[in-house]
């Protein structure tokens, strides 16, 4: 993945925006000037109506470069929801992360704004209908429409959250956002490698999660004992398309890892298990990429009842468990590993789409 910058709109990315969604439309579609010419119209009515309060433009740079970019526009509301608009990545990006490092950035800024997300695309984009489906979109219509000479499946996607309480408007801006973006580094793979298991990968993992959880939550060496054991066993049970173990690696040195356990998969349902990265890699988009690959793993296994065990506090993986989808449908006080914690299980049924 690239190193990204995140800015607001800039002189000329109005512009880019609409030859890049023209190019890709017309070669995807065949589409005639129609498309361009509507983007053009709508575009330009969104800016000059631009509030950062209710609407986000944001756009990725690579070295200075225009990347990708992605709107949150609020100005007419569907049931509370705000509407995602004009996602592009250009051709040079695409399948490097800025696509998905965008959309999560939107959907963080409709979750601090509204109830709810919709957008509207076309039957035949696969990758990025696959992208909204693993963030929790689902289809809610499709329909025949006519754009210039050519009649295409128009589909509506829309994402509803759930959340104890709403935030004020005014504590999401668009230019808080991308002012914090603006400090993430979006480089996480020109030094990590991707692997399954290695030897001495038990201990690794073991490790990474007793440094973690008895710095910052006490836990004790119970917790250690019982992270290898599980993972020893899983080990000795895996059954490759069924079971999965994804590790980063810094040189020889294991930065990240999550396994899918599918052991229990007809029963209780796929486990995603003893997801970890490592301090000095947090926050800078590793996690979701392995998560991600658990996930594409498991639809491609055509494993869709999956869960997973966590407990209360763990605010940054949670976010990637909703943004994937999950939700929170079990919750219990126990004592556990030391401490007092509040558990919680999170589940999520993957589209069969």
């Known amino acids: ?49 631009f509030d950062d309060r209710r609407d986000l433009f ?5 070295g200075g470069e225009f990347a990708g970019s992605i709107i949150v526009d609020g100005r007419r509301t569907i049931e509370d929801g705000a509407m995602i608009r004009w996602f592009n990545v250009a051709l040079d990006f695409r399948g490097s992360g800025v696509g998905s490092s965008l959309f999560d950035a939107a959907l963080d800024f409709s979750r601090g704004n509204y109830e709810c997300a919709y957008l509207w695309t076309f039957a035949g984009l696969d990758v990025a209908s696959s992208l909204y489906e693993r963030r929790g979109f689902v289809v809610i219509d499709e329909r ?9 499946q128009e589909v509506i996607y829309r994402l509803t959250w759930q959340r104890p309480q709403r935030q004020a408007k005014s504590e999401c801006k668009a230019v808080e956002l991308i ?9 996480i793979a020109s030094d990590i490698t991707m692997t399954g298991y290695f030897p ?104 869709r009842n999956l869960f997973l065990w966590t407990f209360e506090g763990l605010d940054a993986a949670r976010t990637i468990y909703e943004n994937a989808g999950f939700r929170l449908s079990e919750e219990k006080e126990i004592f556990l590993w030391g401490k007092t914690l509040t558990r919680q299980k999170f589940t999520l049924t993957l589209s069969n789409r």
């Open 58 to 62: 944001l756009v990725a740079r690579v």
């Open 144 to 152: 025949m429409v006519d754009i210039g000479d050519r009649a295409v």
């Open 200 to 303: 001495g990968v038990i201990g690794e993992v073991a490790h990474l999660h007793a440094l973690y959880y008895s710095k910052n939550w006490g836990l004790d060496v119970s917790f250690e004992v019982e992270v290898a054991r599980e993972l020893a066993e899983f080990v000795e049970d895996y059954l490759p398309g069924r079971d999965a173990l994804f590790c980063a690696r810094d040189g020889k040195r294991l930065v990240g890892a999550i396994a899918v356990d599918g052991r229990l998969r007809e029963t209780e349902g796929t486990r995603l298990r003893w997801f970890i990265v490592s301090e000095e890699r947090q926050g800078r988009g590793l996690g979701r990429r392995l998560f991600e690959k658990a996930l594409a793993f498991c639809a491609g296994a055509g494993q």
């Open 1 to 49: 993945m690239p190193n990204i910058q995140y800015t607001g709109r800039a002189p000329g990315d109005v512009a880019k925006i609409i030859q890049l969604v023209g190019l890709a439309f017309h070669h995807a579609f065949a589409f005639d000037h129609t498309f361009e010419a509507i983007t053009a119209k709508e575009l330009g009515e969104f800016v000059e109506e």
């Open 179 to 187: 002012d914090s973006l603006k400090h993430m580094s979006g480089d």
